[in-house]
């Protein structure tokens, strides 16, 4: 149910048109909530069938002209409702802890390589939100727009953080523990 309310949000914060939309998602709301455009664009239709975004009148009507959206009062309002509504966390699911679950019985084979490859992605990964925040909240930036906007980078230099630490520590571990014998 949330990817309709990542597009109310992104267009409250500026309308947009479908291909606009999908590229300002890849470079802002995509971070932690990940959509293809095929579901971008079919949630476009939906939220325009039920009322809640309009495409805005073109200025001078072409075929094949891309429609620009912007939300309705109904769709504000379904945003509002969606965002003071109680939610429980969600549980961690994470295919590498698992897979190093498993590696405690069947063994680790390859799964050393693999951490280190993860731990690249997640340094890498830190340091372009590292390079956002820098950029895009510098000191005084300091609106509640750019507060909360700010808080959400800040929850994923604090994961990328963690994930680069813990990975650190797994191939400390890693590297203590017993060559493995051929099976």
């Known amino acids: 149910m949330s990817l309709p309310h990542a597009i109310?949000?992104?267009?409250?914060?500026?309308p947009s048109s479908g291909l606009?939309?999908?590229r300002r998602f890849d470079k802002s709301i995509g971070y932690f909530w990940s959509a293809t455009h095929q579901q971008i664009y079919?949630?476009?239709g939906k939220l325009e069938a039920e009322g809640l975004i309009r495409a805005l009148p073109a200025e001078q009507p072409a075929r094949g002209q891309k429609k620009s959206y912007e939300v309705l009062p109904a769709g504000r309002a379904e945003l509002a409702r969606w965002t003071a509504a109680a939610q429980e966390p969600k549980p961690l699911r994470d295919t590498l802890l698992l897979r190093l679950?498993?590696?405690a019985v069947v063994g680790t084979?390859?799964?050393q390589a693999d951490l280190s490859r993860h731990l690249q992605l997640h340094r890498r990964q830190l340091a372009e939100y590292e390079e956002i925040e820098r950029r895009d909240f510098p000191p005084g930036k300091d609106s509640p727009q750019d507060r909360l906007q700010h808080l959400v980078l800040r929850a994923g230099?604090?994961?990328e953080t963690f994930w680069t630490r813990w990975l650190e520590h797994a191939l400390a571990e890693f590297a203590e523990l017993p060559a493995e014998r051929s099976q």
């Open 157 to 159: 230099i604090d994961l």
């Open 42 to 44: 079919r949630e476009l």
């Open 20 to 22: 606009e939309l999908t």
């Open 101 to 103: 679950r498993a590696a």
């Open 8 to 14: 109310l949000t992104a267009l409250l914060e500026k």
């Open 109 to 111: 084979a390859g799964l």
